[in-house]
């Protein structure tokens, strides 16, 4: 049986990972983001290694100081460094891990010194979805055992609910 500890990253990350140099400007990456309708750009060195990442919210912040020129600033200026990365052989419970420890919700992947891709919390709460034999790895047999009603009521309902109404 798969669990969060066995999956690895690789099976979710987005491998087309949109990236930008850092002497460009805000106002580029914002049309990078929106042309491909994501929500972060990493930023990386000449070589293309990651050093750093901006996302919506970023560009959000900028435009309410309603100071135009902000969006002319080099991205190395606002990017948020580092940039938080995880090994491609990493599970899923490692990247929950991540997350929760930096408080981020996006992750770069590399193996080795290179960006493989990317994975989003949204990533990993849509393979729980998609695979509820995942929740007993990642609630703990403890709490499933003290908590086993609650728990069945939870997949059959909310769970039931969600994945019907697509």
């Known amino acids: 049986m798969s669990s969060i500890e066995t999956i690895s990253v690789s099976s979710f990350m987005t491998r087309d990972v949109k990236t930008e140099k850092e002497d460009q400007n805000v106002l580029t990456a914002y049309r990078i983001m929106n042309e491909n309708n994501i929500g972060c750009v990493i930023i990386v060195k000449k070589d293309d290694k990651p050093i750093g990442i901006i996302t919506e919210r970023d560009v959000v912040r900028l435009l309410g100081s309603l100071n135009p020129s902000l969006l002319q600033i080099p991205l190395r200026d606002i990017m948020s460094k580092p940039v938080i990365t995880i090994s491609i052989n990493s599970s899923l419970r490692d990247a929950i ?10 992750l770069v992947i590399t193996d080795g010194e290179r960006m493989v891709g990317i994975i989003r919390d949204k990533d990993i709460f849509r393979a729980i979805m998609n695979n509820q034999d995942l929740i007993p790895s990642l609630l703990g047999d403890k709490l499933l055992i003290e908590r086993k009603t609650v728990y069945d009521q939870f997949g059959q309902h909310w769970f039931g609910d969600i994945l019907h109404k697509r």
């Open 97 to 106: 891990q991540t997350m929760q420890q930096n408080n981020i919700r996006r």
